[in-house]
């Protein structure tokens, strides 16, 4: 087989990948519009946004950062804090991405987060550059298209509909996770032993609030290392 028929069979593997992403993206990034638009912040800065941060959470936490007239460099800073997440994820992607040129490293760094991570990492796959550009593109499309949907559109929806546009990103963490647990009992544990984890930081209050995930992510992924055996993919 040639070699254009195996990047065209990983540019359509990445989007098939990135479809429940899509699905799951597209409604919290209009319900982030539609706050974005309630904040007072204009279409061009929310779209910017998400065109330029791509970080849900962050995001959302931003808002509420600003409505409550925090100063610019104390946003910035907490969602530093809050994105440290991504430095051990990408961390733990790069040893499966050994053989990779580097000047496509910026644009599939740019496209982690926690679900695509997720879609990586979870399953036994050949990680290609289609693949990942693929896979990081639809999801990136989705989240600024539906910020611009929501705050274009957001306010003509029923309230019930609006009220439950937040939901899609736990359905979506749902969808990913539970066919891992079916397959690996080591899945199952982490994703146990991390809400515990972070249940107990938080209800006794143990580091800042913006620490909480970060601490368990580092614990959990120390915890998956130690459980979790799989060799690194060359390119």
Do not use: C
Not at 27 to 43: E, I
Not at 60 to 87: K, S, Y
Not at 102 to 125: P, Q
């Amino acid at each position: 087989m040639t070699k254009d028929h195996y990047i065209s069979k990983d540019l359509r593997s990445g989007i098939i990948s990135g479809l429940p992403i899509v699905f799951g993206y597209f409604p919290v990034a209009m319900a982030f519009g539609l706050l974005a638009k309630n904040t007072q912040v204009s279409l061009r800065d929310s779209s910017l946004f998400s065109l330029f941060v791509f970080a849900g959470a962050s995001q959302f936490m931003a808002l509420d950062l600003i409505q409550a007239g925090i100063t610019a460099g104390n946003i910035i800073l907490a969602t530093f804090l809050l994105n440290l997440r991504h430095l051990m994820m990408s961390a733990s992607l790069s040893v499966r991405l050994k053989e990779i040129k580097k000047y496509w490293l910026v644009f599939i760094a740019f496209g982690v987060t926690d679900e695509t991570f997720s879609v990586t990492s979870l399953g036994n796959r050949n990680l290609s550059v289609p693949f990942l550009l693929a896979l990081h593109g639809v999801s990136y499309a989705s989240w600024v298209l539906g910020t611009i949907a929501g705050y274009l559109l957001g306010a003509i929806l029923p309230v019930t509909v609006q009220s439950s546009l937040g939901i899609g990103l736990y359905a979506l963490f749902v969808a990913l996770l539970v066919p891992e647990i079916k397959k690996s009992i080591p899945v199952l544990f982490l994703s146990l032993f991390s809400g515990i984890v972070y249940a107990v930081i938080s209800y006794f209050r143990l580091v800042p609030a913006s620490w909480s995930l970060v601490i368990t992510i580092i614990v959990a992924s120390l915890a998956g290392v130690l459980l979790i055996k799989e060799e690194a993919t060359e390119i």
